[in-house]
């Protein structure tokens, strides 16, 4: 979702609601198969299952949610879901350097199995303030 700098947050917050309603009522009304199309994805990629935009959208989603998670701690160092626990795995710095390890190789064999949709994500950033379903629903 973009949003300008005049933009006020009540209209934001209407566009975020509006979407959501309608994702609801589409959701509701249509079967997991049925096909849509995506005008500005790349030709040959167009044509696009409810069930794989289902699925985009939720990885979309828990993507930025820990982006912004990541910004909260960077704030206030606090991370978890509760004061006082953390939820974090208990272990020493031995430990955390080898799961970061881990982690950071998961990330760099994921971003070479993915390279070549790089270009095409990034044309599709974004996409319910161009183009909702085809109507902005402003």
Known sequence: MWATADETREQIVGLYRRAWAHSDATIDALPLDAIGHVPW???????VTLHSILVRVTAETHRHAGHADIVRELIDG???????????????????ENHRTQVERAAREADRAWAHTAAEDSQDRGYLARDFGGKYPR
């Open 41 to 47: 994805w790349p030709e040959g990629r167009r044509e």
């Open 78 to 96: 606090a991370a978890g879901m509760q004061d006082g626990n953390d939820n974090l795995p208990l272990g020493d710095q031995a430990w955390w």
